[in-house]
């Protein structure tokens, strides 16, 4: 029997039956009215009130690649927190646009340094800040509410990838003064992946978008959804799956009880980590994920043990020895500890 350790994790049986069951056709009430209040239990979760939501069939990038086209094409310049490989997707993306762009570097696994932050972006010219939240190559998490007021003060607009920490850990994007956000769904909301969120603060509300790429067009996409509808046919399927899971987080106790699961999690398995003897090189890290080095080599023995002994997946990161596992999904304490003995059987 397989067991994953990878994003989304092991999916509820409920949630995953869904998919191999006959689905309604999009172009019905009864399906925008899903969507509508799908909707409306993601803007409670990610606290943005009054806010809206752009649902897309499409990956994180997908949505990432939207921001950029829609907004930040329309700003002076972006000024990109890049600490791993998906902070480093967002100055990527903005060359790939010919936007300008501050690639502003920060050492694999460590925390930001807030003041030498706040200066280098008074000094940079920028107007517009791309963060992740939870930087998910290295386990790092930033200290976002920090960033937000920093942001405040020199009046920058920050937009936050929260695609690995959104449901894992406290994060309210009204506090934090956020303009936009964005997430997937086989992260947190534990769900296969194929649908991407972005959610768009209040404040946003009428600002001139740019139109620079048909699919992922704002305007076009926030006409459609306001009847609960999407421009183009969406993963109706993984549309019928989100809400069923929205509404089961809700009768689980909500946001804080899934982030206390997650974050009891993570602390299960740390504790076999040290046990084994194990680095977490993360400085911050995030319950999401726990990041661990290995005594494994670059032919990863671990990973491909796992598989062919066990059906185990856990994710491999940039350098030898180094692993990412998560802790979304079903997952019991003796699962941990049974996971943490077997990575260790696979050592070199």
Same mark, same amino acid.
């Given at each position: ?40 239990m993601l803007l409670e979760l ?14 994180g990038t997908g949505a990432m ?26 100055? &990527? ?18 925390? $930001?340094?807030?003041?030498? $932050? ?11 800040? $791309?963060? %992740?939240? +939870? ?6 998490? *930033? ?30 994007? &009204? ?19 194929g649908l991407s969120v972005i ?11 740019? +139109? ?5 067009? *704002? ?7 306001? @009847?609960? %509808?999407?421009? *183009? ?13 929205? $509404? %089961? ?24 980590? @040290? ?25 990863? @023995? ?28 079903? %997952? ?11 990575? +260790?059987?696979?050592?070199?």
């Amino acid at each position: 029997m397989i067991k994953s350790y990878v994003f989304p994790g092991d999916i509820d049986e409920q949630i995953a039956s869904i998919g191999a069951k006959p689905f309604i056709y999009m172009r019905t009430d009864e399906f925008s009215g899903i969507n509508l209040e799908s909707e409306r239990m993601l803007l409670e979760l990610i606290h943005c009130s009054a806010g809206r939501t752009i649902i897309y069939t499409g990956s994180g990038t997908g949505a990432m690649s939207a921001v950029v086209e829609n907004y930040v094409s329309t700003r002076s310049k972006a000024f990109v927190v890049d600490g791993g490989s998906f902070g480093h997707r967002w100055y &990527d993306l903005c060359l790939y646009y010919g936007l300008p762009a501050v690639d502003y570097k920060v050492e694999f696994g460590k925390d $930001l340094d807030y003041d030498a $932050l706040e200066s280098a972006l008074a000094g940079s010219g920028a107007d517009t800040l $791309l963060v %992740q939240h +939870h930087e998910t190559s290295s386990g790092v998490l *930033f200290d976002i509410r920090r960033i937000g007021e920093i942001c405040r003060r020199l009046g920058v607009s920050l937009v936050v990838d929260v695609i690995s920490s959104f449901l894992a850990e406290d994060f309210s994007m &009204d506090e934090v003064g956020a303009d936009i956000c964005i997430t997937s769904t086989q992260k947190g909301l534990n769900i296969p992946p194929g649908l991407s969120v972005i959610f768009l603060s209040s404040r946003l509300e009428g600002y001139t978008f740019a +139109h620079r790429g048909y699919y992922w067009d *704002f305007e076009d996409n926030l006409k459609n959804l306001r @009847r609960g %509808q999407t421009p *183009f046919s969406p993963a109706t399927t993984i549309f019928l799956q989100l809400h069923a899971r929205l $509404l %089961q987080l809700k009768a689980e106790g909500g946001e804080s009880a899934n982030i206390e699961r997650v974050h009891h999690r993570a602390e299960v398995f740390r504790t076999e980590c @040290r046990k084994y003897g194990w680095e977490m090189p993360a400085e911050r890290p995030s319950a999401a994920i726990t990041a661990i080095l290995t005594r494994d080599t670059a032919q990863r @023995r671990i990973f491909k043990g796992l598989i062919d002994k066990y059906e185990t997946y856990i994710m491999p990161g940039s350098i030898p020895g180094h692993y990412r596992i998560s802790h979304m999904g079903l %997952q019991s304490d003796a699962d941990l500890v049974r996971l943490a003995a077997r990575i +260790h059987e696979f050592e070199v």
